[in-house]
T-cell receptor, first 114, second 111 residues
Framework: DVKVTQSSRYLVKRTGEKVFLECVQDMDHENMFWYRQDPGLGLRLIYFSYDVKMKEKGDIPEGYSVSREKKERFSLILESASTNQTSMYLC?????????????FGSGTRLTVV | QKEVEQDPGPLSVPEGAIVSLNCTYSNSAFQYFMWYRQYSRKGPELLMYTYSSGNKEDGRFTAQVDKSSKYISLFIRDSQPSDSATYLCAMSPYNNNDMRFGAGTRLTVKP
């Protein structure tokens, strides 16, 4: 069974901390994405990557950075965590072209910043 | 105006009911239309995938796309308590790197 694995299900961090969220996929997908999901706002794209060492800003990149050193791993970094970054973070991957399979999502990391 | 509009519900129906979930959109460049199902404390999973206009059926689920009206629907027949989840519509233009999601509709099917 193909998988996208996010390293943590729940995280609690303090304001100002540097936070790393890790995501690994085992499907040899080219594309990887980071979203945050908030009630009433749906999924908002933070960053995506279509190849190793490549990254593109999404709709809400401020306060975040990403790293993709290997094809299977895509990391989201909160440089200095703030309370407004409390959210559910979802990693996804996909083939390119999509071949009618859409995105495969991880189970999410619920981050609380206190 | 949001690019993709979806009524967040919540929607509660009795077991066996026909459920209709809908989204509207404003970007005429969208060509790929999807429905994802998200159970509590899980990530979304792809439920239906449709290219351009038309209908697609898969078991109890039917997806409809009307590009002329910029309107998509998901119908669930003979709904079951196991269908209780949040349903998100999603759509993208010519590639898979610019997918837009609705806010999701929370559905509860009561036994």
């Amino acid at each position: 069974d193909v998988k996208v694995t996010q390293s943590s299900r729940y995280l609690v961090k303090r304001t100002g901390e540097k936070v790393f969220l890790e995501c690994v996929q085992d499907m040899d997908h080219e594309n990887m994405f980071w979203y945050r999901q908030d009630p009433g706002l749906g999924l908002r794209l933070i960053y995506f990557s279509y190849d190793v060492k490549m990254k593109e800003k999404g709709d809400i990149p401020e306060g975040y950075s990403v790293s993709r050193e290997k094809k299977e791993r895509f990391s989201l970094i909160l440089e200095s965590a703030s309370t407004n970054q409390t959210s559910m973070y979802l990693c996804a991957s996909s083939l390119y072209p999509p071949e009618r399979k859409g995105y495969t999502f991880g189970s999410g990391t619920r981050l609380t910043v206190v | 105006q949001k690019e993709v509009e979806q009524d967040p519900g919540p929607l509660s129906v009795p077991e066996g009911a026909i459920v209709s979930l809908n989204c509207t959109y404003s970007n005429s460049a969208f060509q790929y239309f999807m429905w994802y199902r998200q159970y509590s404390r899980k990530g979304p999973e792809l439920l239906m995938y449709t290219y351009s206009s038309g209908n697609k059926e898969d078991g109890r689920f039917t997806a409809q796309v009307d590009k002329s009206s910029k309107y998509i629907s998901l119908f669930i027949r003979d709904s079951q308590p196991s269908d209780s989840a949040t349903y998100l519509c999603a759509m993208s233009p010519y590639n898979n790197n610019d997918m837009r999601f609705g806010a999701g509709t929370r559905l509860t099917v009561k036994p």
